[in-house]
Each structure stands twice: as structure tokens, then as C-alpha cells.
């Protein structure tokens, strides 16, 4: 029969074939040979086929290596995963030793290695001879490296002992690392000790794979080893699922900081390369962040030990956390990867990390890591890490009271496993206290200590360890509860059936991420949009949609519901959820309670080892050599035991397997995974390489499924920012939410930029710094520089090299990752993108040098496809690179068109200019006399939105008629257009010598070879020529009544559409005040509406009507003080110094009173004023009471509002 699946998997013992693998340059003893699987026990598990391949590779990562008896040989253990293409996972564990060579054909190898490298050597280093002093003197260096490599890494038959290593290794169906490692360490005893173990070995090894049973959920087992008891103790199923790697180890090596910031990195699905010089450390890190990452699952490649012969997969174009083995002598310089623009690098040895740039800092850090920190004080550590971490279990011992209660950030000692009183037993004065005490018959033990009543049969420090293992885990799962305590609610259930709902999986949204966010603080924003892009979280969701029982939920999310459902009891949805106040972790006690009843309170013991049914003479071995076992007698199990479910068949047996699968390794069935993988198959189809038959085909086929996984992720990128940013055309037809905001706009854009990068990086093979977009930018500018007539596209040879340029010139962006990234975003700005990297990529032979053939930039037709979807992007309009990059100087162009058909030329006077933006203004710009055009650089405005212009009045003819302003940005291309057509002089118009125009973003032409697939944008700016608002016959059409009161409502709508978007969302209040069917413009439809002219041919403005108004105060004393602050607002604009004239004054009252929440009383006075009866006509708008009550009503809907005004508009007010 098969072993039971309750037990262990496998046996296996891994040692020699010597067939070498490469590093010729390095000494014999220093190269690296092929290793095998010797023997494994069972032959094969009909559940769990054996990889011989990868167990082989990840036994032995680098290969067999060799020593003298001159080296140190300490047994090394190590634990590997092996995850397969569905995404489940097989854990194993390593122990590697060294065993003397017996063969002397080996032996006698070995020294023909070495005198064939020393010949070379000495072929290589040879001095020159013409030269006698230097040769004589190189000849001593030589002599003396030669004499240290002889000494250290040289290897004679006749003096030295050869060893070569071997591995023992159990396979398990889930992470016992400590119990597993107690295991091979006793195995390893047991042949290596002068005393032969009481039973042949095959009796303790039979017994592991066939008589001890993994425990069940919330249940602790004991069993035998070979020289003692080992105990192991799994999680119920409402508990955090099973982890058993030690987390102090991981804070130790990088810090608290570190952690956190790698810990960021992996939830954002950054690639996450580990460096360390041992195995165990690269697996304890990988598999310490994915635990604390609960209740989400990493869902891409996950190497945690990368194989010397799979180095080749960091080539990868895809996330990934992979480990990579450190010889100890290349620092971090010396390595070269293939990408490195979205990597976080972490050394482990010498605690460094490397992060990637613009990585968004996790919600609370502060408090986060203050949290982690006084636990990690608790139990001796210092947050900032230890770099001897071999020396801190003996620090943690020699620990004094006194060192704790100085560090005044501990706040919590007492209740800590190292408690004062224990630490102080250890000082003479308590010491005889306690004794004086004793006598008169008083105990000084803590009356209330749990901890003495029940007596933990692990030792204290695996204790400590499963203590802080669970304190920092419950703290790490505590912030994704209290983050996404509501996310249920924001849940988007199908309105279909599943199958429905599967097959149109990607063209459905499952959550509303804009409400999400806007419920969210502020300062969650950057990490949180991120964090909900990525495919851990999309495949979160999914698995909530498809538990619709609490029986039929994955594990997993029962555990984080049940969590999500006491806060939420706790809370009962206050406020404080939506604040960003921190609230600490409160299930720690419960948690580690659970963990001591369990450690207490043996739940179960396991059948002990015994003589197995083997021949006379079987079960020998030779002292210091592990043996090949008996296979016949471990091939089966018992007929029958109380653990064995002897008469189950093996479908059942299959069943129960994947049923602890989904408890605890986070695995649903069959079904649901391939739903899931189908439904969100984003290009991340390899899970981890193939360890085996690596050929070309093999590699060559793994390279197509990342070019296939590249253009799907491109194709759904593109769609979804589209999508997203057509907004209501977008809902229209069925797609999508309602808007986009600026912070999700902005992860998306980040996200292409890293897709980007990743494609660049796929396949090259010559590197040359951190960014290979900008570096293939870098060559073919340089390129078109010096041979611009041979470019494929020549008319775009000038645009290319000029836009390139720009960016090259910004001094504010200081690293190659940052260039490209902001020449991606102004690509995309200037409906560029598609274009220009299509000239990029028309250097075929430029292609074909930076990149092997394998590469996405040189597969044609996906590459074409890849360009195609780029291409949509012009059919919308982003500001990605204006509203990023806020602080660079942009040159910017203006351009004066006065009329030519009123004397613009005979102009005496000095003209001045003043341009604003959303993110600030230039200040008066002086303008030479008698020039139209000019270029100034200055901080980034944003998008502009007015022009103040206007002139000193000097000069015989001070008289001046301007049509419009054009303002261009130089970088993005960006023109806008301010119309004016009004007159800037005394005594012409309004008297005005200054205005201030609101302008509109002229629509950009594309080239005439690309697509026309523009869509008109979300908000349009003013578009019709400034508003004449002379009061006068002949120039404005007369509007009814009913028009007026829809100009006014449209006006006032819009104002408040503009407040009830996000924040960063929002665009010009400007435009909405002073534009274009703005509520100036509509107050002013107001009051001219049965106007009674005195003369025909006479320009009266309304400022006039309002200045007489001010000799009528009305009496009652209720109005007479709001008559008096309206005096006040118009005496203070009268009194300005600006010479904006009557209608720049007009618009100035009404932006302060919309400011002041005080329009709708002004119309109340106005309405009732007798200077208002005589001036108006009967059937004026602001004679009929039903009327100027409903123009109150609304206007009394921007009382809510905080108003604040552009300083252009109320410069020289201060009221």
C-alpha cells in the first residue's frame, strides 16, 4: 500500500554523480558537480508523483561540493518548497553533511583537476621577461598567491582527506519545520555518534512516514525521535493557519524598517529578489512576508531558492519573489540583473534592501512599527535588527531588567514572557530576600500567573519562539482588519449565473474600487490604490464572490470574516473607521493562550518506533556513512493502526489530502482554483519554473508564455484605463464606475509605466543601467542625433529628439527609472506613445543588438498588437505628466493678437501680463512695447486657467483692443486660448485698464497618418468669445425669463457637481464662476432682463444701477445691517487699486459673495429697493417675487460649500 495521507510524503537521500557543471576559473574544490537522488522512500505516493528533478535542485541548489579536512564541514539545514502549476504547494527539508570519499578513482580525480588548473594558473599569470626587476617582483607576488591558493584550496592524495557532501530530506504535505529539522538532525546523530541509536534506522524512519499521523486542526502530537521526544502543534481552523518559521530570525537580519518596507514592496506585487549566503535564511524571509500578508495570497512566480541552472528566470517580465544564493565574496555592485526598475533588492546578510522608486508608504507606518517594535523589545530584540543573529539567543539570555526599563518606549515588560520579576531573580539582594521570605512560609511566585499552572512540554525557547512567531502575525493580520473592515459592502455580487459570470470574467468589475477609496483617509490613498490593482486582492474578491455559504468559504476567509465581523460589532460602523487613527491589536492574549493549552495539554502521542520485520544482518551501518536503507521493509505501511485508514479508498484518502490542503495551505478544489485561474489569467501563468528537462524547447516554450502574458496584461491594461477614464460614456454603455479619481488615475498610468518596463527588460542582453527603456531611448537618440536621414520615419526624427531631449534636460528628475517614466507620462500627454516607441522599435537593427531573439521586442506580430493597444490611448486626454511633476521650470509661450483694424499698432502704452494655473502664477511679466510674442520658463503652472493683461496707461494713444492671448507649454504642447475682445484704455468701454480672461484648451490635431478616435473630453472649457456686458440694444440678444432661471440653475449645478467630486479630482472653480456660462455670466442675464436704457446709443453697466443703489438703505434694522456689509463690499472694490473696470468689478462682488455665502441676500435687497422699481421695467426678472424667491433658493445651495477663490480674481481686496 501507499503511505496514508496523513503522514509524511517522503524520505529521500541525495549524493553523488560527478559530472561537472561549470566555473572552470575556480579552484576543483570551489567548482560545482551534478547531483542525484540516491534512494527515496516510499518508491512513489500515487497522490504525489516524485520529482526527481527538483527535489534534486533544491536539495542541492549549487550541486555536490567537496572539502579537506582543512575546512569546515558543519551539517547545514535548509528548507525548500516545490509549487506547482496549480498553485499547491509540497515543503521540504534539507540537511546537508559530508561524508569521506572512498573511491580512490575520485580521489585521484580530484588531483588531476588540480594539476591541470595550477598549470593554467601559472600559463595565465606568467610575468614578462624583458624586464628583469618587475618580473623578479611579480614573480614573488605570484609565488606568494600561489603558495596561499596551495595552502587554502589545494588538494594532495597523499596528505589530504576528500569529503563530499550528501543530503538526507523529507518531503511534507505541510510546513513542520521544526519538527521536520529535529528529525534529520537526529537521523544525522545517529550515524555519526560512537553509539549505535537503539534501533536500526529504518525503524525510526518507518515510523515517521507511516505511524505518526500530522495532527489534526487544533491538535498538538508527540512523538519519538531517535534521541528524544519532538512535538508539533497545528492551528484550529478559526485560528491564523499554520506557520513555522521563526519571524524573530527575519526582524534580527533586516529590522523593523526593513521588513516593513520589503513587506510593502510583495502587497504591491514589486519583483522581490532575496541575496543571501544561506538557504534557510532566503526560505525563512520568503515564507515569513507571504505569512504575514494574511489574509492575502502571493499569486506569482515564488522561488524562494533559485537553483544555480535557473538563473536564467530572472529574466523574468513578470512579479516575482525569488531567492538568490550569495557566494560571499561579489557585493551588490557586482551583481548584474536583468531588470532592475521595478525590483526591490534585498541583502539579508548585511541588512540592506534596495527599494524600487516611488514605492508608497504603508498606511500608519509609524504607529505600525511602533507596535512591532515594543514586541519585539519584549523578548530582548532590537528593532533595528542584528547583524550577528547567531549572538542573540545568548543576548537574549544574558539580558539584564535594568536594559529594558531604561528604554522608555517599552511600555508593556510586565506582561511580557521576559518579565521583571524573572530577570531580577538573578541579583543577590532579591535572591536573599526571597530566601527570609521563604522562611516564614510567604511565596513571592505571582499568584495570578497562568504560566506556572500549566507546564509546556516544549523547551522555553521554541516557546518564545511560537509566542512572538503569533504576536507579530496577529499584529501584521490586526491592520488588514482594520483596513478592510467594510469591504464586504463594496463587494459588486453578479447579477448572473456563476457560469455567466465566469465566462465574461474580465469584462466585469467585482469591487467598487472609487467608493472604497473615497470612504478611506487621506492618507491611505497612495498605498491603497495600488494595493487594490493587484492581482492578490482581485483574486481576494473572486474567492468572496464565489462563497456565497459560510461552509462553502475558503479557510481563510472564514478566519478573516469572523475578524472583520467582531470589529465591525465593535465599532457598529462610527466614524472612527473612516479616520486614520490607529488602533492597536487586541486578539494577541487569545491567540497565544490557544497556542499554550495546546503545548501544555498533549493531544495526541504517536505509536513508538519499533523492530521492524528485517533479515539477519539488515540494519547495519558503518560509523560516519548514512546507509542505503532497506527499501522492501519502508516501501508499505501497517495493514493496520489506529492512525490508518486502512480500508478508505484511495479517492478518499485524495479527498482528505486536499481537504488539509484547504485548511491550511490555502487551497480551494479543483473546480474553484481552475475557475480562478481562468477568470483572472493576467499573464501570471507560471506560478514557478520547471526543475526539470531544462532544454532550449523547455526554455524556449516558458519565454512564449511570458511574451502570450505580456500583451494580455497590456490588452487589459489599456482597456481599463480607458474604460475608467470615459467616465460617463463609459457607464453609458454598460461599463465600469462612474469616474475616475486622480489618485487611481495615477496607479494606472504607474502600473503601464512598470508594464513598460518589464517588457523592455524581457530578453536583454546587453544592460546598461536601471531603466532599459531609458537606456534604448538613450541609444537611439544618439542615433538620430548623427544619422537622422536614415530613419524609417524621418518626419518624426526632429519631434523624437526633441522630446527626448527635454526630458534628458530636467534637472529635478535625477535617476534613468525616473526619466522614463516621465517621458512615458508626456507620451502620453501629447498622444504620442504608440508613436513614438513605434520609431523606437523601427531600428531593427538596433532591436537585434540590444536583445536575444526570444525577446517581446522582437516577436512582430505581438509587438504590432502591443503598439495597437497603445494607440487607444489617444482617443482621451490625460494630464499625467503636468500634474505629476508640479516643481520642474517649463518654458511656456505667449502670443498677443490684438485688432489690427483699430489701431493696434499705434499703441503707446507699457503692457503687462500675468498668467495662473491650478498650481500657482507667474507675477506680472513685464512685455516689451511693440512685441506680440514671447517665452518665459517658470515652475510647472498645471492647467492654466486665466490671464490677467493689462497696461500702465501711458503714452499718447494708451488705448488698446485685444482679441484673444494664446499661452503654449513648450514640454507638453499644451494651448490655451484666452478670448478677450474687449478695450483696455480710459474712456473706452468699461474704462477698464486690466482684465482678467478665463481660457480654454485648444483641441490637439493628430498627425495625418494616425487613427481619428477622439472623444470629446469630460468638461469643456469656454469656448465662445468674451461676453460684451455692455447693457445696450443692439449687442445681446434678449433671453425670456425661463432661460435666465436655467442659465442660473445650470450655473450653480455645476458649482456644486465640482465640490461633490474628490478632491484631487476637482478641476478650475474659475471657469465655473467667471467662463463661460458661469454664475457671473448668468447673474449678469439677471439683472439685464427689463433694463430700462435712458438713452438708445448709451453703454450703461450694471455697476452703475449698484453704485446708486447705495444712497437707498432700506430702514428696518434687520435689513439696514445687510445693506450696510453689501455697502461695505461695494465701497472696499470702489477703493481697489486695479483698474479692472465696471464689469471687472461687477465679477469681483459676485465671486466674494459667493465666497461669503451672502448672494442670495444681496438679491433679497436688491429685489426690494426703490431704486430697483424705478430702473427696471414691470415684467423685469427681479420685480416678480415668485421668481426672485426661486433664483434665492438656489443660490442658497452653495451655503455648504467652502469657496475658495483664484488669487487673480481678488487681488487688492482685503475683506
Not at 569529503?163 to 530530506?169: A, E, F, H, N, R
Not at 500608519?364 to 528593532?383: D, R, V, Y
Not at 547583524?387 to 537574549?396: F, R
Not at 526570444?854 to 512582430?860: G, V, W
Request: net charge neutral.
Amino acid at each position: 500500500m501507499h503511505a496514508n495521507s496523513g503522514y509524511l510524503y517522503g524520505f529521500y537521500c541525495c549524493s553523488q554523480q560527478y559530472e561537472m557543471w561549470e566555473n572552470f576559473e575556480q579552484t576543483p574544490l570551489r567548482r560545482t558537480f551534478k547531483s542525484k537522488v540516491l534512494a527515496r522512500y516510499p518508491e512513489n505516493v500515487e497522490w504525489n508523483p516524485f520529482d526527481q528533478d527538483a527535489v534534486g535542485m533544491l536539495c542541492m541548489p549549487k550541486g555536490l561540493a567537496f572539502k579537506t579536512q582543512a575546512d569546515s564541514r558543519e551539517p547545514q539545514f535548509h528548507s525548500f518548497i516545490i509549487t506547482r502549476e496549480d498553485g499547491s504547494r509540497t515543503f521540504g527539508f534539507s540537511l546537508t553533511f559530508f561524508e569521506e570519499v572512498t573511491s580512490k578513482q575520485i580521489c585521484s580525480a580530484m588531483q588531476t583537476l588540480y594539476h591541470m588548473h595550477n598549470a593554467e594558473y601559472d600559463i595565465l599569470h606568467t610575468p614578462p621577461t624583458n624586464d628583469k626587476e618587475s618580473c623578479s617582483s611579480t614573480g614573488d607576488c605570484n609565488g606568494t598567491s600561489v603558495s596561499k591558493l596551495q595552502r587554502f584550496n589545494s588538494y594532495d592524495i597523499s596528505r589530504d582527506t576528500l569529503y563530499v557532501s550528501k543530503c538526507i530530506c523529507l518531503i511534507t504535505p505541510m510546513s513542520f519545520m521544526k519538527a521536520c529539522k529535529k528529525v534529520l538532525e537526529q537521523l544525522h546523530q545517529a550515524v555519526t555518534s560512537p553509539q549505535p541509536p537503539p534501533l536500526p534506522l529504518e525503524s525510526y524512519i518507518y515510523n515517521i512516514l507511516y505511524e505518526v499521523p500530522l495532527p489534526p486542526a487544533g491538535r498538538s502530537l508527540k512523538f519519538s525521535g531517535v534521541y528524544g521526544p519532538i512535538i508539533c502543534q497545528r492551528p484550529s481552523t478559526s485560528e491564523l493557519p499554520l506557520f513555522d518559521f521563526p519571524v524573530k530570525e527575519v526582524f534580527e537580519l533586516l529590522g523593523v524598517e526593513n521588513v516593513v518596507q520589503l513587506f510593502t514592496c510583495a502587497l504591491l506585487e514589486f519583483q522581490i529578489l532575496l541575496y543571501s549566503q544561506h538557504y534557510q535564511r532566503l526560505m525563512t524571509v520568503a515564507e515569513t512576508i507571504t505569512a504575514l500578508m494574511f489574509p492575502f495570497q502571493w499569486q506569482h512566480v515564488y522561488v524562494p531558492i533559485l537553483p544555480a541552472s535557473l538563473l536564467h528566470f530572472l529574466d523574468a517580465p513578470v512579479p516575482y519573489l525569488m531567492g538568490l544564493h550569495s557566494n560571499g565574496l561579489d557585493d551588490r555592485s557586482k551583481l548584474e540583473l536583468p531588470q532592475e526598475a521595478n525590483l526591490c533588492f534585498v541583502d539579508v546578510d548585511n541588512h540592506f534592501i534596495e527599494l524600487p522608486e516611488d514605492l508608497p508608504q504603508f498606511p500608519n507606518k509609524l504607529e505600525f512599527i511602533q507596535e512591532i517594535s515594543e514586541i519585539l523589545m519584549a523578548f530582548g530584540i532590537p528593532p533595528e535588527g542584528n547583524l550577528h543573529c547567531s549572538e542573540s539567543a545568548s543576548k537574549m539570555k544574558s539580558l539584564r531588567a535594568c536594559d529594558l526599563v531604561s528604554d522608555k518606549r517599552n511600555g508593556n515588560i510586565a506582561g511580557s514572557p521576559l518579565n521583571s520579576y524573572e530577570l531580577l531573580k538573578e541579583n543577590e539582594t532579591i535572591a536573599r530576600l526571597q530566601a527570609l521570605v521563604k522562611r516564614t512560609g510567604v511565596s513571592l511566585e505571582k499568584e495570578t500567573s497562568s504560566k506556572k499552572d500549566l507546564k509546556i512540554q516544549c523547551d522555553e525557547e521554541e516557546f518564545k519562539i511560537y509566542q512572538l512567531n503569533i504576536q507579530i502575525r496577529e499584529v501584521f493580520a490586526n491592520r488588514f482588519t482594520q483596513m478592510f473592515a467594510d469591504y464586504e459592502v463594496f463587494v459588486i455580487q453578479p447579477s448572473q449565473d456563476k457560469e455567466s459570470w465566469f465566462t465574461n470574467r474580465e469584462q466585469m468589475q467585482n469591487f467598487d474600487k472609487a467608493s472604497f477609496l473615497s470612504d478611506q483617509p487621506e492618507p491611505y490613498l497612495p498605498f491603497l490604490s495600488r494595493f487594490l490593482e493587484t492581482q492578490m486582492f482581485a483574486s481576494f474578491i473572486d474567492n468572496k464572490i464565489m462563497c456565497h455559504d459560510e461552509d462553502d468559504k475558503d479557510p481563510v476567509l472564514r478566519v478573516f470574516d469572523s475578524r472583520v465581523d467582531k470589529i465591525r460589532l465593535l465599532n457598529v460602523r462610527t466614524p472612527t473607521l473612516r479616520t486614520s487613527m490607529y488602533q492597536k491589536c487586541t486578539t494577541i492574549d487569545e491567540a497565544e493562550k490557544s497556542i499554550e493549552l495546546r503545548l501544555a495539554k498533549i493531544d495526541h502521542t504517536a505509536v513508538h518506533p519499533h523492530l521492524l520485520d528485517m533479515k539477519i544482518g539488515q540494519g547495519k551501518y558503518e560509523l560516519g556513512f548514512f546507509p542505503k536503507l532497506q527499501s522492501d521493509v519502508l516501501s508499505t505501511g501497517p495493514a493496520s493502526n489506529k492512525w490508518t485508514k486502512r480500508n478508505a479508498p484511495a479517492q478518499w484518502r485524495r479527498k482528505d489530502r486536499q481537504k488539509q490542503h484547504t485548511e491550511h495551505l490555502r487551497l480551494d478544489n479543483d473546480q474553484r482554483e481552475k475557475y480562478i485561474q481562468e477568470a483572472r489569467n493576467l499573464g501570471s501563468t507560471i506560478r514557478q519554473p520547471k526543475l526539470s528537462n531544462l532544454s532550449p524547447s523547455v526554455i524556449a516554450q516558458t519565454n512564449w508564455k511570458f511574451v502570450e502574458g505580456l500583451l494580455k496584461e497590456c490588452r487589459n491594461k489599456t482597456k481599463r484605463m480607458l474604460v475608467e477614464k470615459m467616465g460617463r460614456e463609459a457607464v453609458e454603455l454598460g461599463h465600469g464606475e462612474v469616474n475616475i479619481t486622480g489618485v487611481e488615475e495615477n496607479t494606472l498610468i504607474a502600473s503601464l509605466c512598470d508594464l513598460l518596463e518589464r517588457i523592455w527588460s524581457h530578453g536583454l542582453q546587453v544592460k546598461q543601467g536601471k531603466s532599459a527603456l531609458w537606456s534604448h531611448l538613450k541609444l537611439q537618440l544618439s542615433l538620430v542625433q548623427k544619422n537622422c536621414h536614415t530613419l524609417t520615419i524621418p518626419s518624426m526624427s526632429f519631434s523624437f529628439s526633441f522630446f527626448s531631449r527635454h526630458i534628458q534636460n530636467i534637472s529635478e528628475i535625477k535617476t534613468d527609472v525616473g526619466k522614463a517614466r516621465a517621458w512615458v507620462r508626456l507620451s502620453m500627454e501629447k498622444k504620442l506613445l504608440s508613436r513614438h516607441l513605434k520609431q523606437l522599435l523601427s531600428d531593427h537593427e538596433l532591436t537585434k543588438k540590444l536583445y536575444k531573439r526570444y525577446a517581446f521586442l522582437r516577436c512582430d506580430d505581438e509587438k504590432e498588437q502591443f503598439l495597437y493597444h497603445l494607440l487607444s490611448f489617444n482617443a482621451v486626454d490625460y494630464f499625467c505628466f503636468t500634474n505629476v511633476f508640479t516643481t520642474i521650470l517649463i518654458p511656456y509661450h505667449i502670443l498677443i493678437v490684438p485688432s489690427k483694424k483699430l489701431g493696434g499698432s499705434m499703441f503707446t502704452a507699457n503692457p503687462w501680463i500675468c498668467i495662473s494655473g491650478e498650481l500657482g502664477e507667474t507675477g506680472v511679466l513685464q512685455i516689451p512695447r511693440n512685441i506680440l510674442e514671447m517665452t518665459f520658463e517658470c515652475q510647472n503652472l498645471g492647467k492654466l486657467t486665466t490671464v490677467q493683461i493689462g497696461h500702465d496707461n501711458s503714452g499718447l494713444y494708451a488705448k488698446w483692443l485685444v482679441e484673444y492671448v494664446m499661452v503654449r507649454n513648450e514640454i507638453t504642447g499644451h494651448t490655451y486660448k484666452f478670448p478677450c475682445g474687449r478695450w483696455l484704455g480710459k474712456g473706452m468701454d468699461d474704462g477698464s485698464l486690466e482684465r482678467i480672461l478665463v481660457g480654454e484648451l485648444l483641441t490637439s490635431h493628430t498627425e495625418a497618418d494616425e487613427r481619428q478616435c477622439r472623444t470629446p473630453p469630460l468638461q469643456q472649457s469656454p469656448s465662445m468669445i468674451r461676453r460684451f456686458v455692455t447693457i445696450s440694444p443692439n449687442n445681446k440678444p434678449k433671453l425670456n425669463t425661463g432661460q435666465i432661471q436655467e442659465a442660473i440653475g445650470e450655473a450653480v449645478n455645476g458649482i456644486v457637481k465640482h465640490f461633490h467630486k474628490p478632491e484631487k479630482e476637482r478641476g478650475s472653480l474659475t471657469l465655473l464662476l467667471c467662463g463661460e456660462g458661469g454664475l457671473v455670466s448668468a447673474l449678469e442675464q439677471v439683472f439685464q432682463h427689463g433694463f430700462k436704457s435712458p438713452r438708445l446709443f448709451k453703454n450703461v453697466f450694471i455697476w452703475d444701477f449698484l453704485g446708486k443703489w447705495e444712497d437707498a438703505i432700506p430702514e428696518p434694522v434687520c435689513i439696514f445691517e445687510m445693506a450696510r456689509n453689501f455697502c461695505r463690499f461695494i465701497t472696499a472694490i470702489n477703493n481697489t487699486p486695479r483698474n479692472i473696470g465696471k464689469d471687472g468689478k461687477f465679477q469681483m462682488l459676485v465671486c466674494l459673495g459667493a465666497r461669503d455665502h451672502l448672494l442670495h441676500h444681496w438679491i433679497a435687497l436688491l429685489a426690494d429697493c426703490p431704486i430697483t422699481a424705478q430702473m427696471y421695467e414691470d415684467i423685469a426678472l427681479i420685480k416678480d417675487h415668485t421668481l426672485v424667491n426661486s433664483l434665492i433658493r438656489v443660490l442658497q445651495t452653495l451655503q455648504e460649500f467652502n469657496i475658495t477663490l483664484e488669487a487673480s480674481l481678488v487681488k487688492g481686496i482685503d475683506i
